[in-house]
């Protein structure tokens, strides 16, 4: 069955970097688009970025633009969110997704908290 697993999230202070990681299995990796969500408390899940299933095309919304980069492996079945210059409004739980034969799947999610 497909399974999402995330993992990289924590606390981390305003400016700090981290790097999300998705391991995915069950499924074709490299045939899907992958997409990085988060979600707010009180707020509704949003897209973040998302990359197609070669990596050749890339998209990120403008609050991460310059701040964020997607990227995969399809040798070890991954996509990664490394996240930079993090802000406060940045805290939300991120989640992987796919999108393939009419399903929707999603990770677990990883809590990431931006505070000093």
């Known amino acids: 069955q497909v399974q999402l697993v995330e993992s990289g999230g924590g606390l981390v202070q305003p400016g700090g970097s981290l790097k999300l990681s998705c391991a995915a299995s069950?499924?074709?990796?490299?045939?899907?688009?992958m997409n990085w969500y988060c979600q707010a408390p009180g707020k509704e899940r949003e897209l973040v970025a998302f990359?197609?299933?070669?990596?050749?095309?890339?998209r990120y919304t403008e609050p991460v633009k310059g701040r964020f980069t997607i990227s995969r492996d399809n040798a070890k079945n991954t996509v990664y969110l490394q996240m930079n210059s993090l802000k406060p409004e940045d805290t939300a739980v991120y989640y992987c997704?796919?999108?393939?034969?009419?399903?929707?799947?999603w990770g677990q999610g990883t809590q990431v908290t931006v505070s000093s």
């Open positions: 997704n796919t999108h393939f034969e009419t399903q929707t799947f």
């Open positions: 069950g499924f074709v990796f490299n045939k899907y688009r």
């Open positions: 990359i197609t299933s070669s990596g050749s095309t890339i």
